[in-house]
């Protein structure tokens, strides 16, 4: 027997479903026997309207690079909307060196729910926006730094909105929402310099070594990279097929039973060194990177990519939906 309810709230819908499975065996009263009730959450819609508008105010205080005034403010606004959807939020300062020396006051921007929970997911995205254009056709450009709508901006937009219907919803799970910082401050391309390791993901890189919460693991993460362009394609990237073929699968084919393998093509991609790298060097989690990386075209992950060209002209709510309907469902599937 199924008891169905339905709940408006804010505007989304969100259904909550009731399961009785009553154990009646023959010649039992069924009404003495005792029932197993579980309580199933039905997955929520994503607004995809909502998450470009979260996108397109991130944009709006100008570049998020760190130290400057504009990360700062940006910052500000992140903990507190996370906040506001009920989440528990740490900001975890950490000073880190980049390639050239240069001392950062990053800011990672860590969002709980159900902070006693053990049994805990982890989402994840970087919300600083590269201090370089060194793709830019212009050269004269190259030092200055980018709006990041995409590489950066689209994929914190996409987690707020979940956030958002996670506060609505609830969730059996802890479920927590890591904005990193200074992903996007690796060495640039246009200056001709000797190759360093690790100068890429900072922020991630530090939470991996000094986690705010002690010994803090999670079932397995996801992260969030380039996810609003027009008509991106998401392959397989190498690393995640190595630590977490399972939930590559798993969502691969969820987005598939959505209607969203025009984006999710289930082939494998390119190799590529993200936040999600360190997530599972330094706390073994095993983690999925979701990225635009074409490894047919000549751009990879796009001809937009770390140039001026990444501004709000080049999210489209589609591509937002297909990537967060998808998460949703993963983890609404989670039991
Ligand atoms: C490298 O280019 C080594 N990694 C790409 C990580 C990245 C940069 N994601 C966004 N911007
Ligand atoms: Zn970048």
Redesign the pocket.
Known sequence: MTNQFKIWAGGALTASLLFFACSSPKGGDSSSKSSVEAKKVATPFFNADSAYAYVEHQVNFGPRVPNTPEHKACAEYLAAEMKRFGADVIVQEAEVRAFDNTVLEAKNIIAQFNPELNNRLLLFA?WDS?PFADHDPDKSKRDQPIDGAN??ASGVGVLMELARLIGLAGHNLGIDIIFFDA??Y?QPDHRDLPYQEDT??LGSQYWGKYPHKEDYYARYGILL??VGAKDALFYHEGFSLQNAPDLVKRIWNTAADLGYSNYFVSERGGT????HVYVNKYRRIPCVDI?QFNPASNSS?GDY??THADDMSNIDKKTLKAVGQTLLEVIYQEK
């Open positions: 970087h590269r590489d950066g992903e996007d690796g890429w993901c990279d380039m590529i060194t993200d936040d990225i992950f990519w770390h």
